[in-house]
């Protein structure tokens, strides 16, 4: 699976968008990307995933650049709730079931 | 409700008790795996099964033993546990992800004295 990078931390004032980039120069044209985030402690939770298309949905959306290098999260209203550690994942869909998870980027949503 | 359901939610138990934390999922899905997370090391697969009766090795699988004999339950077994497998361990299982991703349980928070 390629690698990725996300910033550490990143904060956000409530009710504002907040975009959380992911670096991943290595994906290969076969492996997607997906977000999970991670709410202290608790189990993570699927957010959404794309190959090449933006993709929206009822949580989030995400932009893929064209050469599909980076991808952004965008959470067009950020609530407290959001406050979490999100994570980018770059991998093949069915890849023998491995989900890698790396460090995140933990958003703070502020009031 | 669609959900997977961990057992128990905490537990401390002495080194070399073997015990077991179960796993079920009511969704039918055909993956399931067991994860920990440890600070600082993030989430690290231990073992994945795609089917019934078929396992295979995550990450971290030493210390750990896990069985698929039906689809909707998954339990991890630690034989003999030892204190550096005190952790927050997460199951998650899925259809497949080409369409929803994995839905992941609660978490079993384990410590071993």
């Known amino acids: 699976d390629a690698k990725t990078t996300q910033p550490t931390s990143m904060d956000c004032a409530e009710g504002r968008a907040a975009n959380l980039p992911c670096n991943h120069s290595?994906?290969?044209?076969?492996?997607?990307v997906y977000w999970y985030r991670q709410i202290h402690s608790q189990g993570p939770q699927y957010i959404i995933h794309g190959l090449k298309n933006n993709e929206t949905n009822e949580m989030a959306s995400l932009i893929i650049t064209e050469d599909r290098k980076s991808s952004t999260l965008i959470l067009p209203h950020a609530t407290l709730r959001d406050t979490a550690v999100y994570y980018c994942i770059v991998r093949v869909h069915n890849a023998g079931n491995m989900l890698t998870f790396g460090g995140g980027t933990r958003l703070m949503v502020k009031p | 409700e669609a959900q997977v359901t961990q057992n128990p939610r905490y537990l401390i138990t002495v080194t070399g008790k073997k015990l077991t934390v179960t796993c079920s999922q009511n969704m039918n899905h055909e993956y399931m795996s067991w994860y920990r997370q440890d600070p600082g090391l993030g989430l690290r697969q231990i073992y994945y099964?795609?089917?019934?009766?078929?396992?295979d090795k995550g990450d971290v699988p030493e210390g750990y033993k896990v069985s698929r004999k039906e689809k909707r339950n998954f339990p991890l077994i630690l034989e003999s546990p030892s204190p550096n497998q005190t952790s927050l361990y997460f199951c998650a299982s899925s259809f497949n992800d080409r369409v929803y991703g994995y839905t992941f349980g609660s978490g079993t928070r384990l410590t071993v004295v």
């Open positions: 099964s795609m089917n019934v009766e078929v396992t």
């Open positions: 290595t994906i290969s044209g076969n492996e997607y």
